[in-house]
């Protein structure tokens, strides 16, 4: 029995030399007990650790057979370790909850950023390449046309190639010029009211080896050779089927001015697919009159004669007609002209053709590669 228990029982007590007194005082017993030879101190019991030493903050417990006292080191059993560092909590949310804290995806620093979710640190994760930092140039950014698109959300991208369908027409307020087919047209589009207007209606047909003329012709351009000679080469074959009405050569002409004398040659190569149809010619022009004289050389006798063109001052000569020698388109024949003129008006010389004598299926034609030479002399 230890000390401190016997001296909280103040009752009778036999002692060891068999004397039985009743109620002793505290402190007699005490120290009766004391001067026996009993345990002072925990460590001199038989039943508990004969040392405090490797033992420092463990605490005592009942042992597994209950028959003694041990040291052992505290386990838990719930508590709050700081050795742990509060991973022994049953629920991190419901504790996060009841200290007053909200989801990490919500949570900010001191400047006021916010901290990412493991989700948003998986897709930072993926991404490769070099942080440059915040960026105010697209400069070697590269991406689909889909993607630039999605990721502008204040417009669209236009990229080179892309054709541009206008939905505002409130921004489309515009005047201007432009050339459409062989007609150059003034642009005026105002609101939604748009009109184009053309400015001109030229002849001819526009090419890569055309020139729109002042008289609003589209025409070939002429050569020019070291003696001044203008040249026209003519770059199709034309016909005139059933008509002895005569029409314009669409190469062979060019423009005089009034008061212009001009040296002019001619090498026409024509055919015709019947004898009788034949192949008739002349010179006009398109206002006032011409006059001149020259020569013709061709298979026709007669056609060597003096050329008068206009001696009394006709707008156009009268008709020269060629004689077809074999009825075959095929079957060329030459012709050349050579002619000085003045003319009265500023105007286009035009070489003319027709069938001498009209008839279904006859056919005179003058062909590609006909030239027409001239110069102003004066």
């Given at each position: 029995m230890a000390i401190n228990s016997y001296k909280h029982n103040p009752v009778s007590q036999t002692i060891t030399d068999g004397v039985k007194n009743s109620c002793p005082s505290e402190d007699a017993v005490f120290n009766a007990l004391a001067s026996i030879g009993g345990a002072t101190t925990f460590l001199s019991l038989t039943d508990t650790p004969p040392t405090y030493t490797g033992q420092t903050l463990k605490v005592v417990r009942v042992n597994a057979g209950e028959t003694a006292l041990e040291f052992v080191t505290l386990a838990g059993g719930g508590d709050m370790l700081s050795t742990n560092n509060l991973s022994d909590v049953a629920s991190v949310s419901t504790a996060r909850t009841n200290l007053g804290l909200d989801t990490t995806a919500n949570q900010t620093d001191s400047t006021n950023k916010r901290f990412m979710s493991d989700a948003q640190e998986t897709k930072l994760d993926?991404?490769?390449?070099?942080?440059?930092?915040?960026?105010?140039?697209?400069?070697?950014?590269?991406g689909t046309k889909?993607?630039?698109?999605?990721?502008?959300?204040?417009?669209?991208?236009?990229?080179?190639?892309?054709?541009?369908?206008?939905?505002?027409?409130?921004?489309?307020?515009?005047?201007?010029?432009?050339v459409a087919n062989s007609?150059?047209?003034?642009?005026a589009y105002v609101d939604a009211t748009p009109s184009l207007t053309p400015s001109l209606s030229a002849t001819g047909t526009p090419s890569a080896t055309t020139f729109l003329r002042g008289d609003n012709t589209w025409a070939t351009p002429a050569s020019v050779d070291p003696a001044g000679w203008s040249v026209i080469v003519k770059t199709a074959n034309q016909d005139v089927t059933n008509s002895a009405t005569l029409v314009n050569d669409t190469d062979l002409q060019f423009s005089v001015v009034a008061g212009g004398h001009y040296m002019i040659e001619l090498d026409i190569c024509w055919s015709g697919n019947?004898?009788?149809?034949?192949?008739?010619?002349?010179?006009?022009?398109?206002?006032?009159?011409?006059?001149?004289?020259?020569?013709?050389?061709?298979?026709?006798?007669?056609?060597?004669?003096?050329?008068?063109?206009?001696?009394?001052?006709?707008?156009?000569?009268?008709?020269r007609?060629?004689?077809?020698?074999?009825?075959?388109i095929d079957y060329l024949m030459t012709m050349k002209i050579c002619v000085n003129v003045i003319a009265s008006a500023n105007?286009?010389?035009?070489?003319?053709?027709?069938?001498?004598?009209?008839?279904?299926?006859?056919?005179s034609r003058t062909w590609k590669g006909s030239i027409l030479r001239y110069k102003r002399i004066d």
């Open positions: 993926a991404i490769t390449g070099t942080n440059t930092g915040d960026q105010t140039s697209i400069v070697g950014i590269t889909a993607q630039f698109d999605t990721a502008v959300t204040d417009g669209n991208i236009l990229f080179v190639g892309d054709v541009t369908q206008y939905t505002d027409e409130n921004a489309q307020d515009a005047v201007g010029g432009m007609t150059f047209v003034n642009l019947n004898v009788t149809g034949g192949y008739s010619y002349v010179f006009g022009v398109s206002a006032g009159t011409i006059k001149g004289g020259g020569v013709v050389y061709t298979n026709s006798a007669a056609s060597t004669l003096l050329m008068n063109l206009s001696a009394g001052g006709a707008a156009a000569p009268s008709a007609t060629s004689a077809v020698l074999n009825a075959d105007a286009t010389f035009k070489y003319q053709f027709a069938n001498a004598a009209a008839a279904a299926g006859r056919t």
